[in-house]
């Protein structure tokens, strides 16, 4: 999956309509291979972001949970914590081919 995409569910608070959306951009953009598309296909490209996001958000209201809601300042943490993790890995890698 997109590391840019990030889990919405089970928030406090919850999920903004701005986060699916930004969510739904991502997808698209990874879907079509482009960040910003033509004049000639930026109808589809903003319908199929509209439809995605819709999509999200009907799915995202109908889940259930029992697990506590997660806060994004502890998901922030955990996602710099991998993000640390790839990166001593990689220096790992790179410096050993050396």
Known sequence: MCRNIRC???FEPPTTD???REAALQFVRKVSG???P???NAAAFDQAID???EATRRMLDQLVTN???KTRETEALKGRARHEKRMEREVRI???VG
């Open 51 to 53: 439809e995605v996001a």
């Open 67 to 69: 697990a506590p809601p």
């Open 38 to 40: 033509s004049r000639a």
């Open 18 to 20: 701005d986060e699916v």
């Open 34 to 36: 482009s960040t910003r």
């Open 8 to 10: 919405l569910h089970n």
């Open 94 to 96: 790179r410096t050993a």
